[in-house]
Each structure stands twice: as C-alpha cells, then as structure tokens.
C-alpha cells in the first residue's frame, strides 16, 4: 500500500500479505484474502485501511472491495461440491449473497458491479444461460447477474475482483 509522507513524498506504506484471509474446512484450498475497501465514493485518498472490519461478499453501501479468491479444483461428487460451496458461503461471507437454490449450487446474486481477473489457472463462469471458459489476462464484468464459478480443472486458479456497490432502478 503507498501513502503520502510527512515531506508530501510517495511512499510505500504497507508490503506483505493481507491480515485477512477467510478459508474454509469443508473446501480445503479455498482461500478469500481481502485486500482493500472503501467506504464511500468518491472514496477518500487518505482513508486507513479498514478490511478487517468488512463482513460479507458485497461491498459496503456506496465503497467498493478488493479480494482474492483460490478456487482449487472441484470436487468429483456433486454432493461433495454443493456442500462444500454451501459451508464456504456461510464461513467466508456469512451467506451475503442471494441464493435461489436453483440449478448449480455455486449460483448467486449480488448488487454490485463486479470486475473479475482472472491471474492464474482456469475457471468457468456460469450464467443462467451458458458458461464461459476463462483463461489468465481474462476480464468479466459482472454487473449484478445471477452467476457462479467452477474450477473444472486439476490446478488451483486464483481471480482478483473488484466489486463495487450498485443498485437497481
């Protein structure tokens, strides 16, 4: 993290890894590591950091939220797979997102306005209406769509998201 010093000098404040990270036993490897927020917009260029207090998937009313998430590879069982995603909503944000039940068990809904980077790996994002494979350099834009994510892969992926508060008309 950079900051302004005392002489108005750039400056790197902060360097190593987030004091936040959220895993969960019933899906060994996932791992959230939260990396910023902000709380209003337009946000404060000064603000502290305060992601250690943020609780749930969505951004705070009118801020925005960095994360990371490792997806390891699903698991073969299907029973296996919707009760591990069903422990790690609840574990890592506190069932936040708004979950029908219907069709895949990774599916949910979120007002926000969602970037997605894909880093390492491969995922699939899932929509209502079909999916997409996406490989590293890959951008999603999610814009408040019911959706979800698979790792049908044999390696770990990892995807940054940015998500920013929205609302609907």
């Given at each position: ?25 019933a ?9 910023w ?14 992601i ?24 073969t069982?299907?029973e ?7 422990a790690?909503f ?25 970037y ?8 699939v994002?899932?929509?209502?209406d079909g999916e ?8 999603l834009?999610q814009?408040?769509?019911r ?5 049908r892969?044999k390696?770990?992926?990892r ?11």
């Amino acid at each position: 993290m950079t900051a302004i010093d005392a002489e108005g000098r750039s400056t790197f404040q902060s360097v190593g890894p987030s004091p936040t990270t959220r895993t969960s036993d019933a899906r060994p490897g996932y791992l959230v590591t939260e990396i910023w927020r902000t709380t209003e917009t337009p946000a404060r260029i000064e603000a502290p950091d305060t992601i250690a207090e943020h609780v749930g998937i969505r951004p705070p009313s009118g801020g925005s939220v960095l994360r990371i998430i490792d997806f390891p590879p699903d698991p073969t069982d299907p029973e296996e797979f919707a009760r591990g995603v069903q422990a790690t909503f609840a574990r890592t944000f506190g069932n936040d997102a708004h979950r029908d039940g219907k069709g895949d068990p990774a599916m949910h809904t979120t007002d926000s306005i969602d970037y997605a980077i894909l880093l390492a790996g491969e995922l699939v994002a899932l929509m209502d209406d079909g999916e997409h494979v996406m490989r590293p350099g890959d951008v999603l834009i999610q814009r408040g769509t019911r959706h979800g994510w698979r790792n049908r892969s044999k390696e770990m992926a990892r995807i940054a998201f940015v998500l920013i508060d929205g609302h609907r008309e």
